[in-house]
């Protein structure tokens, strides 16, 4: 069922909005060589307890995953680019980072992720984030009222084609409130003026994500972190954002 959140209700989501940027900012920049994914996620458990948020992660178990997640933030490092469950992984210089976190405050959800090198980048690495990342603002920038589902699934598609990305459908933008994960699914491909009506009070995620040589994944023996089929590295990025009379609200902007 989607839903169309009030003016009122928009404005009640941004508390979480803001906190999800928070921690995806301590957490980024805590990231760095010889840092253990396992602290990245202490960090944000511990920010979690503070704030008197809620995790959206810990005890998530949908059909995908294979148990609950048990973790509060995903780390998904080189060619995980999904869902990578926190683990004793020491990062290393010139490891592909991204985070994906979710949190539920005052019973409002936000969604968003990012994307950074720990250490020396790689050219290659740094186009792959920097695709992502414009295909996010494009895909933010459809996101208007008299617009549709595919407008959105386009817009990322055209900035990742452009780069030579090939792109995978299987996981993508969703809608977004009460709950992590609602409809409307948004594909990081689709046709222009197909789908759903985009309508103001509609909080969605849009997420691009692209892999550097192949648009295939498999799951991890852990059950959860998604890989690329043949090695290649992965960028996510992430916001989660309501559709007005105007411009789009993007609740999880970061300073």
């Known amino acids: 069922m989607i839903e169309l959140r009030t003016p009122a209700e928009i404005e009640e989501m941004r508390p979480a909005g803001r906190f999800v940027a928070s921690v995806l900012e301590a957490t980024s920049a805590a990231a760095a060589v010889g840092v253990n994914l396992l602290e990245l996620d202490a960090?944000?458990?511990?920010?979690?307890?503070?704030?008197?948020?809620?995790?959206?992660?810990?005890?998530?178990?949908?059909?995908?995953g294979a148990s609950p997640f048990g973790?509060?933030?995903?780390?998904?490092?080189?060619?995980?680019?999904?869902?990578?469950?926190p683990h004793d992984y020491t990062l290393r210089d010139g490891d592909l980072l991204s985070l994906?976190?979710?949190?539920?405050?005052?019973?409002?959800?936000?969604?968003?992720?990012?994307?950074?090198?720990?250490?020396?980048?790689?050219?290659?690495?740094?186009?792959?984030?920097?695709?992502?990342?414009?295909?996010?603002?494009?895909?933010?920038?459809?996101?208007r009222t008299g617009n549709r589902i595919g407008d959105i699934?386009?817009?990322?598609?055209?900035?990742?084609?452009?780069?030579?990305?090939?792109?995978?459908?299987?996981?993508?933008g969703h809608g977004v409130g009460r709950t992590m994960h609602g409809d409307p699914h948004i594909p990081n491909n689709g046709r222009p003026g197909r789908g759903l009506p985009l309508k103001p009070g509609l909080v969605v995620a849009i997420e691009p994500w692209f892999l550097s040589t192949t648009d295939r994944i498999f799951t991890d023996p852990d059950g959860w972190t998604l890989r690329s089929a043949d090695g290649s590295r992965g960028a996510h990025s992430e916001h989660t954002i309501a559709i007005t009379d105007g411009d789009p609200i993007v609740l999880t902007q970061r300073s």
Not at 72 to 77: E, H, L, P, R
Not at 121 to 135: F, G, K, P, Q
Not at 154 to 170: F, H, L, M, P, W
């Open 43 to 64: 960090l944000a458990h511990e920010m979690i307890r503070k704030a008197g948020a809620e995790s959206c992660y810990i005890d998530y178990h949908p059909s995908f």
């Open 153 to 172: 699934s386009r817009a990322i598609a055209d900035v990742a084609k452009a780069e030579g990305y090939s792109i995978n459908t299987d996981f993508g």
């Open 100 to 143: 994906d976190f979710a949190a539920s405050v005052n019973g409002w959800v936000a969604d968003s992720a990012i994307s950074l090198v720990v250490g020396t980048a790689r050219d290659e690495d740094l186009r792959l984030i920097d695709t992502t990342r414009r295909a996010l603002d494009a895909g933010i920038a459809a996101a």
């Open 71 to 85: 973790k509060v933030i995903c780390t998904s490092v080189n060619d995980a680019v999904l869902h990578g469950l």
